[in-house]
């Protein structure tokens, strides 16, 4: 079985505009992303998909492969699937360009959710949220599981909602944006059109939610803690060096 690891970055972020150049701890995001998603045994390969010839042109600086995809994406899984349309691959993993503190063991989780039963379209993670700031940011997307391990909705919002008067137990789930496709569905899912609730969430994942395909989402205990906005750069430049304690 081959897997390829796909890096899909573009400079235009809305929320912070050239992050994957932006430094943190001697390196570039990208640099940081690039070189977690390597040390993971399960990938066969890793390239970096971008539209933008100044972060190719430094990631190939740093002995990455890249990819230049067109502009027009309506996501970043739409850039995976250009960027291995032509290639080799059995399994296919979109890798969010901002994950900085990315963990081989979640790419692995993917995977393994994936291939878990025939049935999966997607494999993805998720881990506990630690508290009810993180769980009101809309930057840190939830979602809510059956009791197989599927997911039943992505959203920005606090999901699960509940209500003040009820004992409270269900579980506070943030996700991780690592997806693991079969390369036939990844190419499947490039060609249908974003449903009404990916365009109001903004959340690509659920164009397969919607389509009645099943993401299977591994409880990992591994934070998730992405990129989003230049007031990030602090909380990650102290789990970095929490790292190298």
Do not use: W
Request: with cysteine; net charge positive.
């Amino acid at each position: 079985m081959i897997t390829i690891g796909v890096i899909q970055v573009r400079y235009d972020s809305s929320r912070f505009r050239g992050k994957a150049l932006f430094r943190i701890a001697g390196k570039t995001v990208i640099q940081h992303v690039y070189e977690r998603a390597c040390c993971c045994d399960m990938l066969d390969r890793v390239i970096v998909a971008t539209d933008d010839n100044r972060i190719a042109k430094h990631a190939m600086a740093f002995g990455a492969e890249c990819f230049i995809s067109r502009k027009k994406h309506t996501c970043g899984t739409e850039r995976v699937a250009e960027a291995v349309r032509r290639k080799k691959a059995d399994v296919v993993v979109n890798i969010q360009g901002d994950e900085v503190l990315l963990r081989p063991e979640v790419i692995e989780a993917a995977v393994n959710s994936l291939l878990s039963t025939e049935d999966i379209s997607c494999g993805t993670a998720c881990h506990e949220i630690e508290s009810f700031d993180e769980f009101e940011n809309e930057d840190f997307v939830k979602v809510v599981l059956d009791k197989q391990g599927c997911a039943l909705y992505f959203s920005r919002s606090p999901i699960p909602h509940f209500s003040s008067n009820r004992a409270f137990s269900a579980p506070l789930l943030g996700h991780i944006g690592v997806y693991a496709f079969r390369k036939d569905t990844l190419l499947r899912f490039a060609r249908m059109k974003p449903g009404v609730l990916e365009q109001a969430e903004s959340l690509e994942q659920l164009r397969l939610l919607e389509s009645g395909m099943k993401i299977k989402v591994s409880l990992t205990k591994f934070k998730n803690c992405s990129l989003n906005r230049k007031h990030d750069v602090p909380c990650i430049e102290k789990l970095l060096a929490a790292e190298r304690e």
